[in-house]
Protein backbone atom coordinates (compact mmCIF):
# COMPACT_ATOMS: atom_id res chain seq x y z
CA UNK A 1 0.00 0.00 0.00
CA UNK A 2 1.60 3.44 -1.31
CA UNK A 3 1.63 5.83 1.63
CA UNK A 4 3.24 9.26 1.57
CA UNK A 5 3.78 11.27 4.83
CA UNK A 6 4.49 14.82 4.92
CA UNK A 7 6.57 16.94 8.05
CA UNK A 8 8.49 20.02 8.27
CA UNK A 9 5.68 22.38 7.83
CA UNK A 10 4.98 25.44 10.62
CA UNK A 11 4.99 29.27 10.96
CA UNK A 12 7.98 31.18 9.53
CA UNK A 13 8.72 34.96 9.20
CA UNK A 14 8.81 36.34 5.60
CA UNK A 15 12.26 35.50 4.33
CA UNK A 16 12.48 32.60 6.45
CA UNK A 17 13.65 28.97 5.40
CA UNK A 18 11.45 25.60 5.49
CA UNK A 19 12.23 21.85 4.82
CA UNK A 20 9.54 20.11 3.92
CA UNK A 21 10.03 16.38 3.66
CA UNK A 22 7.75 13.27 2.25
CA UNK A 23 8.35 9.80 3.37
CA UNK A 24 7.12 7.23 0.75
CA UNK A 25 6.31 3.58 1.30
CA UNK A 26 4.56 0.66 -0.03
CA UNK A 27 6.54 1.01 -3.81
CA UNK A 28 9.76 1.52 -5.33
CA UNK A 29 10.68 4.89 -4.47
CA UNK A 30 13.48 5.58 -7.35
CA UNK A 31 11.29 4.34 -10.14
CA UNK A 32 9.00 7.15 -9.44
CA UNK A 33 9.35 10.77 -10.71
CA UNK A 34 7.84 13.04 -7.32
CA UNK A 35 6.29 15.67 -6.92
CA UNK A 36 5.52 18.64 -4.73
CA UNK A 37 2.32 20.86 -4.96
CA UNK A 38 0.65 23.53 -2.97
CA UNK A 39 -3.14 24.87 -2.09
CA UNK A 40 -4.62 27.50 -0.48
CA UNK A 41 -8.27 27.19 0.16
CA UNK A 42 -10.63 27.79 -2.77
CA UNK A 43 -7.73 27.63 -5.15
CA UNK A 44 -6.55 25.05 -7.55
CA UNK A 45 -3.78 23.02 -6.43
CA UNK A 46 -0.50 24.54 -7.52
CA UNK A 47 2.32 22.62 -8.58
CA UNK A 48 5.64 23.67 -7.41
CA UNK A 49 8.59 21.07 -7.91
CA UNK A 50 9.33 18.56 -9.32
CA UNK A 51 12.31 15.68 -9.67
CA UNK A 52 13.17 12.47 -11.33
CA UNK A 53 13.41 9.11 -10.44
CA UNK A 54 17.11 9.17 -9.68
CA UNK A 55 17.12 13.11 -8.76
CA UNK A 56 18.90 14.55 -11.77
CA UNK A 57 16.10 16.26 -13.79
CA UNK A 58 13.84 18.85 -11.19
CA UNK A 59 11.36 21.71 -12.74
CA UNK A 60 9.38 24.49 -10.93
CA UNK A 61 7.32 27.57 -12.07
CA UNK A 62 8.37 30.76 -12.39
CA UNK A 63 6.73 31.48 -8.81
CA UNK A 64 9.20 29.50 -7.13
CA UNK A 65 12.32 29.11 -9.50
CA UNK A 66 15.47 30.21 -7.19
CA UNK A 67 13.70 29.88 -3.86
CA UNK A 68 12.56 26.29 -3.66
CA UNK A 69 14.99 23.11 -4.67
CA UNK A 70 13.53 19.96 -4.63
CA UNK A 71 15.86 16.97 -3.85
CA UNK A 72 15.47 13.35 -3.17
CA UNK A 73 17.20 10.60 -1.27
CA UNK A 74 16.61 6.81 -3.06
CA UNK A 75 18.28 5.52 -0.38
CA UNK A 76 15.70 6.56 2.35
CA UNK A 77 12.70 6.74 0.04
CA UNK A 78 12.31 10.54 0.70
CA UNK A 79 11.58 13.76 -1.08
CA UNK A 80 12.48 17.29 0.28
CA UNK A 81 11.88 20.55 -0.78
CA UNK A 82 13.89 23.43 0.26
CA UNK A 83 11.95 26.47 0.49
CA UNK A 84 13.82 29.90 1.04
CA UNK A 85 12.97 33.45 1.18
CA UNK A 86 9.30 32.54 1.89
CA UNK A 87 6.75 34.90 1.31
CA UNK A 88 3.29 35.55 2.85
CA UNK A 89 1.55 34.27 -0.37
CA UNK A 90 3.67 31.02 -0.16
CA UNK A 91 1.24 29.97 2.61
CA UNK A 92 -0.64 27.09 1.99
CA UNK A 93 -1.06 23.31 2.22
CA UNK A 94 1.77 21.49 0.63
CA UNK A 95 1.29 17.98 -0.37
CA UNK A 96 3.63 15.41 -2.14
CA UNK A 97 2.55 12.71 -5.01
CA UNK A 98 4.05 9.95 -6.35
CA UNK A 99 2.19 8.52 -9.73
CA UNK A 100 -1.83 9.00 -8.31
CA UNK A 101 -0.96 8.67 -4.72
CA UNK A 102 -1.19 11.70 -2.15
CA UNK A 103 0.02 12.74 1.19
CA UNK A 104 -2.16 14.11 3.67
CA UNK A 105 -0.46 17.82 3.63
CA UNK A 106 1.56 19.68 5.62
CA UNK A 107 0.73 23.58 6.50
CA UNK A 108 3.29 26.38 5.79
CA UNK A 109 1.98 29.59 7.04
CA UNK A 110 4.43 32.70 6.12
CA UNK A 111 3.71 35.65 8.53
CA UNK A 112 5.08 38.14 10.68
Known amino acids: QVQLVESGGGLVQPGGSLRLSCAAS????????MYWYRQVPGKERELVASIGGIGIFTKYPDSVKGRFTISRDNAKNTVYLQMNSLKPEDTAVYYC?????WGQGTQVTVSS
Open 97 to 101: RASNS
Open 26 to 33: GFTFSNYA
